[in-house]
C-alpha cells in the first residue's frame, strides 16, 4: 500500500522526516522536560503491517506467556487506530489452517474488545475500585503514591527494575511482566493499584485506559474473585531465569516462597482467595461480566498463579 504523506495541519508537529535522528532532534527541542531517547518501536502504519506480517498464531499460542514467546507487539498499533481489532482478525483468519490455530489470539483480541466495552458501560469509574478488595486488606490501607525507588528503578530487585526500565525507556511490556509488576505494587508493596496503573499510562505506547485500569484492578482483586500473585518459580520459568541470575537480592527474594506460603504472607483473609463470592460496588450481582484473565480461572479450579503455566 502506498503510503500518501500526512497533510500539514496549522499547529501542528511536522509528520514527516528524514530520519529517526531528526524525529529526535525536534522532540527534545519541543519537549526539553522528557528524558531519554526515542523508543526502538517505531510508529506508522509500514511499521505496523510488517509486524503483522511476522505475526505467527500458532506459535503464539504455545508461547505467548513466555518473555521470550512469539507475541506480536501490536498493541501500540491497535490503540493508535493504526490497525482495527476487525483487520487484525481478519488478517490471521485468512492465515490459519484450523479454528485451533487462531483461537487464543483471537481470544486475546476478543479481551480487548471486552475491556472498550466495559469502559463503555462504566465511564470514568474505571477509575474506581469496582468491587471490594478480596485480600483481607482494607482498599484505605493501600498507598495511594508510587514508592520513589521503583519510579526510579532502583529497588535491588533486578526483575522489577529492569520492567521499570522497559515502561521507561520502551514505553511497552510484556503481559507477563505487567502482570508481575502489577501483583509486586500492589500485594507486596501494598500501593493502591490506582498509583500503578496511572504509572503505567505516562509511559506505555499502547496505553489503554480500559485495558490498563481494569487489568490492574483485576491482578488488585477489586475487579475479579481472587488477587493474582505469583512466586519465583513462575517468574523465572516465564523469564527463562534471566533476572534472578544477576540479582543481587536473589539470597533474600520477596518471591521465592510456596504459593502456599506468599497466601499466607501476603493476604488477611484466606477463604474468600480460593472461592470468594464476588461483590461489586455498586450492588450489581455480576451475571455475564469475567475479566480478560479471570474468565479462563472460573473454568479452572487452580489458583490464578497457576493459569498462565
Ligand atoms: C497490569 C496490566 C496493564 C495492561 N495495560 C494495557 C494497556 O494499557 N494497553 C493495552 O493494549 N493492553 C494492556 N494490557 C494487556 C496486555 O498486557 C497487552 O495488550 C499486551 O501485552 C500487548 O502486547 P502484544 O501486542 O504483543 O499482545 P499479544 O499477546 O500479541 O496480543 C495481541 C493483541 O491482543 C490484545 N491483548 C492481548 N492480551 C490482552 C489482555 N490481557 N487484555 C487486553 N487485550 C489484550 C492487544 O490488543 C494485543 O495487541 C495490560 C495488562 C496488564 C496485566
Redesign the pocket.
Same mark, same amino acid.
Given at each position: 500500500m502506498t503510503i500518501a504523506p500526512s497533510p500539514p495541519i496549522s499547529g501542528d508537529l511536522p509528520r514527516d522526516f528524514n530520519s529517526r535522528d531528526a524525529l529526535n532532534a525536534l522532540l527534545a527541542k519541543e519537549f526539553p522536560e522528557a528524558k531519554g531517547e526515542l523508543s526502538a518501536i517505531q510508529g506508522g502504519r509500514r511499521a505496523a503491517e510488517a509486524m503483522l506480517k511476522r505475526v505467527d498464531a500458532k506459535r503464539?499460542a504455545r508461547s =505467548?506467556n513466555h518473555l521470550n514467546g512469539a507475541?506480536? @507487539? #501490536? +498493541?501500540p498499533y491497535?490503540?493508535h487506530g493504526v490497525f482495527s481489532l476487525a483487520e487484525v482478525r481478519d488478517a490471521m483468519f485468512k492465515r490459519i489452517r484450523s479454528r485451533e490455530e487462531g483461537q487464543k !489470539?483471537i481470544n486475546?483480541?476478543g479481551? =480487548?474488545d471486552f475491556?472498550q466495552r466495559m469502559w463503555q458501560e462504566l465511564g470514568d469509574r474505571i477509575n474506581e475500585d469496582r468491587e471490594d478488595f478480596k485480600t483481607g486488606h482494607a482498599a484505605n490501607s493501600y498507598s495511594k503514591d508510587l514508592p520513589d525507588d521503583v519510579r526510579e528503578g532502583r529497588t535491588g530487585l533486578a526483575c522489577m527494575d529492569s520492567f521499570r526500565d522497559d515502561l521507561v525507556n520502551r514505553g511497552w #511490556?510484556?503481559?507477563h511482566a =505487567?502482570?508481575w509488576m502489577?501483583a509486586w505494587l500492589v500485594h507486596w508493596r501494598k500501593v493502591h493499584w490506582k498509583a500503578g496503573a496511572d504509572w503505567? #499510562?505516562e509511559h !506505555?505506547l499502547? @496505553?489503554?485506559p480500559a +485495558?490498563?485500569q481494569l +487489568?490492574?484492578q483485576w491482578?488488585a482483586s477489586t475487579f475479579s474473585h481472587k488477587p493474582y500473585f505469583f512466586n519465583r518459580d513462575n517468574l523465572e520459568r516465564y523469564s527463562d531465569g534471566r533476572y534472578c541470575k544477576s540479582c543481587a537480592s536473589a539470597n533474600r527474594c520477596p518471591f521465592d516462597a510456596s504459593y502456599d506460603e506468599l497466601e499466607q504472607k501476603l493476604f488477611v483473609v484466606q477463604a474468600p482467595i480460593r472461592a470468594g463470592a464476588p461483590q461489586r460496588r455498586d450492588g450489581q450481582t455480576r451475571s455475564s461480566r469475567s475479566s480478560?484473565?479471570s474468565s479462563r480461572n472460573s473454568r479452572s479450579t487452580q489458583k490464578s498463579t497457576q493459569r498462565y503455566q
Open positions: 503464539y =505467548r507475541v506480536t @507487539g #501490536l +498493541s491497535i490503540r !489470539l486475546e483480541l479481551w =480487548r475491556w #511490556l510484556h503481559n =505487567r502482570m502489577a503505567f #499510562l !506505555l499502547d @496505553g489503554d +485495558s490498563n +487489568s490492574w491482578v480478560n484473565n
